[in-house]
């Protein structure tokens, strides 16, 4: 099961091994409740777990790689036995030291925020593992990156940058079908340039790669609903995913895995009638 391909998209649950994550922050800091949760996710209907040791909220500082793995690693081997076959791992990083050890110890997809941009030896890991990558868009760095972030077209430059890192991966030997591309909805955008991005999701799905939408409880959809608490925007963030199933978007990175799995299959069944397709 490649991130690129045909058929019915696929759900990537959040697993955030860390004490800070801007949604879920602290509640799978402990090994037994990430495992516990991780196997719930899957039981659920996700078909990725995305394992993550440090936090890419506005504002957070770095963590050691030592560190990730201290936290990442007790997780992705006891889910690594006890997921269900199909299921695969993720490892949430931007540094080729986590992700060779995470990809050695089960994981088969590396989800980079960067793009490979804070580690030059990401994408020859990438290509030597064996490993799907995941590139996404970035304005600054997650200390920085909501200082005003400006774009004159931000569908046509996230869509730019997004190409010139997959053509630098492809160029290091990853190949094509195994790089998913990812606009990085709330990553230095504003809450226009989210919209817009999620409003032109089909400009860069026609660019042939595989596009993964994480637009899971972000801030910029509780401001539309005048919702406050992150916990609140399940219903949100199922109709982006609605929205991102009839674009075309192949990977939809989610925290809420029962209401986003039920929205996925709806819509798909939708477009599948839209597109004259039996059941």
């Known amino acids: 099961m490649r991130l690129a391909g045909a058929g019915r998209p696929l759900l990537m649950g959040i697993l955030n091994v860390t004490p800070d994550s801007f949604s879920d922050g602290g509640r799978h800091f402990d090994p037994a409740a990430a495992i516990a949760h991780g196997l719930r996710m899957a039981e659920e209907g996700a078909d990725i777990i995305d394992i993550g040791g440090e936090s890419t909220r506005p504002g957070a500082v770095r963590v050691a790689p030592a560190d990730q793995l201290q936290r990442v690693l007790p997780v992705l081997g006891e889910l690594c036995r006890r997921l269900p076959a199909g299921c695969r791992i993720s490892i949430d990083t931007t540094l080729a030291e ?8 089960g994981a088969s997809i590396i989800n980079d925020v960067s793009a490979g941009r804070d580690d030059p030896a990401m994408f020859e890991l990438a290509c030597r593992s064996g490993a799907d990558l995941v590139l996404m868009h970035m304005q ?18 996230v869509r730019e940058f997004l ?10 030997g990853v190949p094509r079908d195994r790089i998913a591309i990812d606009p990085g909805i709330g990553f230095g955008k504003t809450k226009l340039h989210n919209l817009q991005l999620l409003a032109g999701l089909e400009t860069l799905v026609k660019t042939g790669y595989a596009v993964l939408l994480g637009a899971s409880r972000k801030r910029f959809m509780g401001s539309v609903c005048n919702v406050a608490e992150y916990h609140e925007l399940t219903g949100a963030t199922c109709a982006t995913t609605a929205l991102g199933v009839l674009a075309g978007v192949r990977v939809f990175r ?15 069944a939708l477009k599948e009638q839209m597109s004259g397709v039996s059941p």
């Open 163 to 172: 190409l010139a890192r997959a053509a630098a991966a492809e160029a290091a």
């Open 140 to 157: 600054g760095t997650p200390m920085s990156m909501q200082t005003a972030p400006h774009y004159e077209d931000v569908v046509r430059e």
């Open 98 to 105: 986590v992700a060779e050890v995470a990809v050695a110890g």
């Open 254 to 268: 989610v925290h809420d895995i029962r209401d986003n799995r039920q929205a996925l299959d709806v819509t798909w």
